[in-house]
């Protein structure tokens, strides 16, 4: 069992983080990365996000921002099986994301 960070989100310029026990080894453990493009709007991400990963609209709305700043977030973490289903439902959205280390 792992105690992983699984979403960070911001409440009044404070980093709040939610962690979650993962049954999973180490070698396995990926991240699912989200990455900002010109195309798609915020609105398109965050109703993807709820849909695909069952964010709350408000970590979807977080997530979006930070892939709009930073150009990239971390939207769930698993093993790359588990994590596959997920991004090729985000790329049918024709929203760009990765499976990372």
Same mark, same amino acid.
């Given at each position: 069992?792992?105690h992983?960070?699984?979403?960070?989100?911001?409440?009044?310029? #404070?980093?709040?983080?939610?962690?979650?026990?993962?049954?999973? @080894? @180490?070698? +396995?453990?990926?991240?699912?990365?989200?990455?900002? @493009?010109?195309?798609?709007? +915020?609105?398109?991400?965050?109703?993807?996000? #709820?849909?695909?990963?069952?964010?709350? +609209? $408000?970590?979807? $709305?977080?997530c979006?921002?930070? /892939?709009?700043?930073?150009?990239?977030?971390?939207?769930?973490?698993?093993?790359?099986?588990?994590?596959?289903?997920?991004? @090729?439902? /985000?790329?049918?959205?024709?929203?760009?994301?990765?499976?990372?280390?």
């Amino acid at each position: 069992m792992k105690h992983i960070k699984t979403y960070e989100h911001y409440e009044d310029d #404070v980093a709040v983080e939610e962690w979650e026990d993962v049954n999973i @080894d @180490d070698a +396995f453990l990926k991240k699912l990365v989200v990455h900002n @493009d010109d195309v798609n709007t +915020f609105e398109h991400v965050i109703e993807t996000l #709820v849909k695909v990963c069952k964010h709350t +609209f $408000e970590q979807a $709305e977080q997530c979006a921002w930070l /892939i709009h700043t930073k150009g990239r977030c971390v939207v769930k973490h698993g093993s790359y099986d588990e994590l596959k289903k997920y991004k @090729d439902a /985000i790329t049918d959205a024709k929203i760009q994301a990765t499976i990372e280390e």
